[in-house]
């Protein structure tokens, strides 16, 4: 062989420490005697993180702040008149003009728990859990449209083809599951997400790290169950024998395209039991699902959060919930007060329940969506606010952060965050950091960069935010 004949497939195939080799035999492990790949194999963080989990309750559309979180009384005052010249100077946003009045809160506030934080009325059951919460008061994003600040808050990138929270943290740690996909994606309200699966996908990774989408109602995934004609005995023999020329061109290729395959037909296959398993709720008592709000014969957000519990219980890794109804143009009040009605209980029930079970500890869940809403009223109308990402509101319970914590500020008129400002990658390093991640450390080399989560621009870790 000459040098012109050396290539990288030769290179996988025959050297005898070919990294197809070395790839092969890092995944393969033993299961009733026979060999399986295991991509998905548990992991060590950096150092010791404090959660293990995280349930993210995606809001998609973008909750307003000034009538869940951010009171301002300030707005209240001056709602109908035009605002400062000066605060509106070089502002983009996707429909707010020139002649847009303020606009005033639409509900009501109070102090609630020993920490006294401020929360409106749309949210008595949140408010219950108060002292559990970190709310973040000065997030902010670079985006303020739809779907590219959704793939920002999810990916750190407003652009397509970014691996998604999700995928890090399975690339990162791998899951704890065996019978059930590590990273778990439910949708609910309106429609899916406007950024679509890119929410959850897995970008330059390999895909066996995207999230999983699985319904709530009837069998979890589309034809789980076997055809007429086709038994356990059958399928396992069938799949086998796939496995096993996978498994021979993955040793040839190296591919992890390949595993990802391998893994996908043995998680179905491991599905058919686990599946309707997981669904069933006949074993929740009756206070646990009235605690939800859950009517188990109907799709819900409630269902979902319910769901949410039971996979983390099962060892799933991370939960993304979208509940695609907060683009709030018009209608805010009324829209306002039915979305926070389907999700405010569910919410602060699964908080409650992680709680009670021991799992809140470990369990880090995430509230919020992916920008907010302008203090002034959109175009001619009196009852809607337009896109806003230079300040909204999220909340983090368990898994480390703080409980009982009000960070940041925002002005009178909760336009700009003026103290203790919170980027999506800040957000981003910080969730690393509790699942036991330096965010500058994990990385994967793709197209001559290091590429990691929050990207090449400075992040810092909330250290005010965890406990």
């Not at 973008?62 to 502002?91: C, I, R, T, V």
């Not at 639409?106 to 008595?124: M, R, T, Y």
């Not at 859990?129 to 970190?134: C, F, M, T, W």
Request: proline content about 6%.
């Amino acid at each position: 062989m000459t040098p012109n004949d050396i290539s990288r497939r030769w290179f996988l195939r025959d050297c005898g420490v070919g990294l197809g080799s070395i790839a092969l035999a890092d995944m393969l492990r033993g299961e009733a005697g026979a060999e399986q790949i295991d991509p998905m194999a548990p992991k060590r963080p950096h150092f010791a993180g404090k959660a293990k989990n995280v349930i993210f309750l995606f809001m998609a559309g973008a909750p307003s702040h000034l009538e869940m979180f951010d009171y301002k009384p300030q707005l209240e005052k001056f709602d109908g008149s035009l605002p400062p010249a000066e605060l509106l100077d070089g502002y983009r946003a996707a429909f707010i003009n020139p002649n847009s009045k303020l606009l005033g809160p639409k509900f009501k506030f109070a102090k609630h728990g020993e920490c006294g934080a401020e929360i409106s009325e749309l949210l008595p059951y949140t408010a219950k859990i108060a002292d559990e919460l970190s709310i973040i008061k000065s997030m902010k994003t670079d985006a303020f449209n739809h779907a590219p600040a959704q793939i920002m808050m999810n990916t750190g990138s407003p652009l397509f083809g970014k691996p998604s929270l999700g995928a890090w943290t399975m690339y990162g740690l791998g899951s704890e599951s065996r019978n059930l996909p590590g990273f778990v994606v439910f949708s609910s309200g309106k429609k899916g997400p406007s950024g679509g699966s890119s929410n959850w996908g897995s970008g330059y990774l390999p895909t066996v790290y995207q999230g999983v989408q699985l319904r709530s109602v009837g069998d979890p995934v589309l034809y789980l169950s076997n055809p007429t004609g086709i038994d356990r005995t059958v399928q396992r023999d069938s799949l086998d024998t796939i496995n096993q020329l996978n498994q021979q061109r993955l040793a040839a290729t190296g591919d992890p395209e390949i595993a990802t395959r391998i893994n996908s037909f043995e998680m179905a296959y491991r599905m058919q039991a686990s599946g309707p398993e997981l669904m069933d709720l006949s074993s929740e008592p009756k206070h646990v699902l009235d605690m939800y709000g859950v009517d188990p014969d109907k799709p819900s957000f409630a269902k979902n959060c319910l769901l949410a519990r039971r996979l983390v219980e099962r060892g799933t890794r991370f939960v993304q919930l979208f509940h695609e109804a907060w683009d709030q143009h018009g209608n805010l009040k009324k829209d306002l007060q039915e979305n926070c009605l389907a999700t405010d209980q569910a919410c602060a029930a699964l908080v409650q329940d992680l709680k009670q079970r021991g799992l809140l500890e470990d369990t880090l869940v995430i509230w919020g969506g992916e920008f907010g809403r302008t203090p002034m009223v959109q175009g001619g109308g009196d009852d809607g606010r337009d896109h806003h990402p230079n300040a909204f509101t999220m909340w983090m319970a368990g898994g480390g952060a703080k409980g009982g914590v009000s960070y940041g500020e925002t002005d009178d008129f909760g336009f700009n965050t003026v103290k203790d400002g919170v980027h999506v990658r800040d957000l981003h390093a910080t969730i690393l950091h509790l699942l036991g991640f330096d965010h500058n450390r994990l990385s994967v080399k793709f197209q001559g960069l290091a590429q990691k989560l929050t990207g090449v621009e400075p992040a810092r870790i909330v250290h005010d935010l965890i406990a």
